[in-house]
């Protein structure tokens, strides 16, 4: 405990990880921690990877360090972050989950899709695509869908 929170403090981090704040709230290093000692005690989990966007790769690498260290996560269960690129909005900037001003997923992924088949539409056109333009919808569907 520090100064009433509950924390687990890590070698090379100057700051801890915060489970439980001093107040009994609980924030996003709670949430997180829940959620891995949940998938590894309780489904059994032994392997964890969780995608996120890069900027979120230290905190999920000191929630990995901390689960090891309390004995939630033994050497046979293999915690892992991918992050990737930051998703923007129209105005260029990082979309923030706490302002709720953030796009669904499959809106996204709509978008995406719609993005590609104009995409390879104008490919066609150019003679720098190998599809057909019959092909353009299921290949923009594949390409932003996965």
Known sequence: EEGGAKCVFLDNYKVPLMLQKSDGGFGY???????????????????????????QGDHFKMCNL?????????????????GFGTVQGEDGK???????????LVDLLDEAVSRMAISLEERIVEGRANITKEEVAATAAAMGYG
């Open 29 to 55: 290093d709670s949430t997180d921690m829940a959620a891995l000692k949940y998938r590894i005690q309780t489904i059994g989990a032994k392997r964890i990877i969780v995608i996120t966007d890069f900027s």
């Open 94 to 104: 990082r979309f923030k989950t706490r302002s709720g001003d953030t796009v669904r």
């Open 66 to 82: 901390a689960a090891k260290k309390i004995g939630w996560a033994t050497d046979d269960v293999k915690l892992q972050h991918i």
